[in-house]
Structure formats: structure tokens, C-alpha cells
């Protein structure tokens, strides 16, 4: 990768970097009113980012996975959870539905996933599951796009101040 600047979106046009900010909080609430705990917000997310390339997120939506009580044993399944004995029903649907999410511009959400995750999530969690994809996968972009950068756990300073401190996401 190329250690050239880039842009810095959520620098460059805070506002609209604190609308998106306003609506992921918006989701966060939504989400928590519809059943989706913690621990399967942050598995989703953490996944999504890793599938997206987003190193920033992983490390973000990581720390906060750990603090909803994830282990680095369960993180470390997630590039393989389909062969994991680690994961809930409901997790492995929220995992599923990330996919296809992250994917959608190749078939959309499927029948069949939006079948089999339809079995194991209410319509509530689905819609709200569905809102936290829409959101993660579109905080990867701007950090993606911006090759936002990943210090070493002994350089955080240098991390932005909003995804340090947790306020943003």
C-alpha cells in the first residue's frame, strides 16, 4: 500500500462525518431496542470490516468487542466461522446476513439467506441487524478510502481522538 496521503473525510467534511456519526447512534438504539446485544453488533462488525480490508474498524469494533466480553479466541474465528463451533445460531445468521450485506452487489440479499436468517431473527432484529450492516460497511469505505492509519497499540495517540475514545462509532 501506498504511503502517500489521502484524503481524510471525516476531516475534510466533519459535518457530514457527524451526520454519519448521528445516524450510527441512531442504529446503536435502534438496535439495542430490537434485541441485538453487544456482543452480536460487534462480531458483525468486526467481520464486515475484515471483509472490507478496514484494519481501522477491525481495531476498533475488536476493543469494543472484548469489552462486551468477546475473547481473542472467538475474533480469531471469525475469517472462519462457518467451520467454527464457536458461534450461536443467532450469531452465525447475523454473520450470514453480514456477508451478503458486504456482497450485496453481486446477488443482492439472496432467497435462501434472507430465508434460512428469517428462521432465527425476528423481524425486528433483522431490520436492526440490517441497519448496523448499512452503517459498518459504509464507516469502511471512508477509512478505506482514506487509508486511515493503524499505529502499533503503543502509538494510539496518533489514532483519531473520535474512534480512540469510542464516541463516533
Given amino acids: 500500500m501506498s504511503e502517500q496521503p489521502r484524503v481524510h473525510l471525516s476531516r475534510s467534511a466533519p459535518d457530514v462525518y457527524q451526520g454519519l456519526a448521528a445516524f450510527s ?31 481501522y474498524c477491525v481495531r476498533v469494533h475488536g476493543d469494543r468487542a472484548t469489552k462486551a466480553g468477546v475473547t481473542v479466541d472467538v475474533i480469531a474465528q471469525l475469517p472462519v466461522w462457518r467451520e467454527s463451533g464457536v458461534f450461536s445460531d443467532r450469531e452465525r445468521a447475523g454473520l450470514e446476513l453480514a456477508e451478503a450485506f458486504t456482497f450485496i452487489h453481486e446477488e443482492g440479499i439472496p432467497d435462501d439467506v434472507y430465508d434460512r436468517v ?21 464507516f469502511n469505505r471512508i477509512a478505506v478510502a482514506g487509508r486511515y492509519h493503524v499505529p502499533p497499540r503503543d502509538d494510539l495517540g496518533r ?11
Fill in 25 to 55: 447512534k441512531t442504529v446503536g438504539g435502534v438496535a439495542a431496542g430490537s434485541g441485538i446485544d453487544d456482543r452480536l453488533k460487534e462480531l458483525v462488525q468486526v467481520h464486515v470490516s475484515q471483509l472490507n480490508g478496514c484494519a
Fill in 118 to 138: 428469517g428462521g432465527i431473527l425476528t423481524e425486528q432484529e433483522y431490520v436492526a441487524l440490517s441497519w448496523i450492516l448499512v452503517s459498518i460497511n459504509a
Fill in 159 to 169: 489514532e483519531d481522538s473520535d474512534a480512540a475514545s469510542g464516541t463516533a462509532w
